[in-house]
Nanobody, 116 residues
Framework: QFVESGGGSVQPGESLTLRCSGPVDWYGIAWFRQAPGKNRERVACINPHIKDFTTDYRDSVKGRFTIARDSAKQTVNLEMTDLRPEDAGVYYC????????????WGKGTLVTVSD
């Protein structure tokens, strides 16, 4: 139901925008990432309209990443700027009732590589 796109290979300091496609309007949508050998971690989340599209971010990406809904395209985008090697990993889109709840639906992921 939810499909990620936009992953790729970039150099440190560059930008990348990921997109999550699917019935995004009905759910809280979160982006998670998992680096090799590390636990999956939540990067950002955006609530549905009923919760005023509120957002949250993990501290390490605040000021660099922006999560936003594109209603016309039915996507939730994660704009990532000033990428660092530690941002690399497989990024997953997930959906649940609200950001405060556990996510119920998951995409298959898209790979982001950050290296010189």
């Amino acid at each position: 139901q939810f499909v990620e796109s936009g992953g790729g290979s970039v150099q440190p300091g560059e930008s990348l925008t990921l997109r999550c496609s699917g019935p995004v309007d009905w759910y809280g949508i979160a982006w998670f990432r998992q680096a090799p050998g590390k636990n999956r971690e939540r990067v950002a989340c955006i609530n549905p309209h009923i919760k005023d599209f509120t957002t949250d971010y993990r501290d390490s990406v605040k000021g660099r990443f922006t999560i936003a809904r594109d209603s016309a395209k039915q996507t939730v985008n994660l704009e990532m700027t000033d990428l660092r090697p530690e941002d690399a990993g497989v990024y997953y889109c997930a959906a649940g009732p609200y950001c405060e709840y556990n996510m119920s639906f998951w995409g298959k992921g898209t790979l982001v590589t950050v290296s010189d």
